[in-house]
């Protein structure tokens, strides 16, 4: 049977759905593309430049086009509405992160794809990363040691968004790989320090500390995260970069790489020279030749999902992505109350 699916927005995310799943039909992965935005003059030409079909109206690309499932990448608050009703109407959807601008609204995207029976998937694209996926392997396994503390820092240089500050935009994905990394454990405190934008109402600058339970990656007194956000990245530019730090070894991967990562070796935490001294201790390349970008590795699997191919645990489930809108929640109201928020307490 044919499958159809349509991208809904195309800003500069939706726009990068858009290529993506180009590049996927040409594979043959998929039958028609179709692009939907509210404004037609961009709506023609993202169709031109990608050549697949368009629309204005996401409501109407069922009836139209008889589409199997659609990508969400519109404004946030917008991301609620257009997900149930797709849904409603038998749409399998993958929605960008955040998935809604609250729990409440994320809940009821849940409860509209279990009541519709449909597929739902959140662009938390990092889980799909090749290097994320063989550091969580790394950790279950043991090879770092009990995991001593987590490092993040994912800088830009842009303009603050209306909708959603750098907390939701960006920290969103490195709260929810320390949950993953973790083994998908939730933090039972989140701390966080947030800078305004000349945008009001919209941070541009934050960092935000978790806290994970006793016992968490092997560590009895539990794992610590450092994360750090910015739009205001003027002096180091764009960048990805991840530290996760272990008693025995310590990995670091940089998120614009797919071809792999680095690890440095220092057994019971040793200082000598051969470990490196007081300099970073020797590395290693782990090499990913399957490795690739994120976004196509989600793409690809949410496909395959709608598709019926695979039935294996969504990566990026609908409840993920409740979780990272909890997690958003809490850095929001830490940042606004100058106190740590009790994380696990906020599901009681």
């Known amino acids: 049977m044919a499958f159809s699916i349509a991208v809904v927005g195309t800003g ?3 726009r990068n759905h858009l290529r993506t799943l180009a590049a996927l039909h040409t594979e043959g992965l998929l039958d028609r593309l179709i692009v939907c935005d509210v404004d037609e003059a961009r709506a023609r030409e ?11 109206d996401a409501l109407a690309l069922k009836e139209r086009f008889n589409i199997n499932a659609a990508t969400i990448a519109t404004p946030t608050p917008q991301h609620a509405p257009l997900a149930i009703a797709l849904m409603q109407q038998g749409v399998d959807v993958l929605v960008e992160k955040p998935l809604a601008m609250n729990e409440v609204e994320a809940e009821e995207i849940v409860a509209a794809a279990a009541a519709n029976e449909r597929l739902l998937m959140v662009g938390h694209l990092f889980r799909h990363h090749a290097s994320i996926r063989e550091a969580c392997e790394m950790i279950a396994r ?3 040691g009990p995991i001593l503390h987590i490092e993040s820092d994912r800088l830009s240089v842009r303009a603050p968004r209306p909708d959603i500050g750098v907390i939701a935009a960006l920290g969103i994905h490195d709260m929810d790989i320390c949950c993953d990394l973790l083994g998908d ?32 990656g092997g560590n009895p007194r539990g794992v610590p995260c450092v994360l750090t956000v910015s739009w205001r990245s003027r002096i180091q530019g764009k960048v990805r970069d991840l530290r996760i730090i272990g008693r025995d070894a310590s990995l670091h991967i940089d998120y614009l790489d797919h071809g792999g990562f680095w690890v440095h070796r220092h057994p019971g935490n040793a200082h000598g020279q051969q470990w490196g001294g007081f300099d970073a ?3 290693d ?9 994120s976004l196509t590795a989600e793409l690809r699997r949410f496909i395959h999902a709608s598709k019926g191919f695979t039935d294996e645990p969504l990566l990026t489930s609908g409840a993920v992505g409740v979780a990272g809108v909890r997690l958003v929640e809490a850095a929001l109201a830490s940042a606004a109350s100058g106190s740590s928020v009790a994380f696990s307490q906020q599901a009681d």
């Open 185 to 216: 454990t939730t933090p039972v405190s989140v701390t966080a320090t947030a800078l305004p934008s000349d945008e009001d109402g919209i941070e541009d600058h934050a960092v935000i500390h978790l806290r994970f339970p006793k016992g968490t």
């Open 285 to 293: 390349r782990v090499e990913l030749p399957l490795g690739e970008p």
């Open 12 to 14: 500069y995310w939706g």
């Open 142 to 144: 043991g090879e770092l």
């Open 281 to 283: 201790a020797p590395r």
């Open 46 to 56: 993202m169709a031109e430049e990608f050549g697949c079909d368009w629309h204005t």
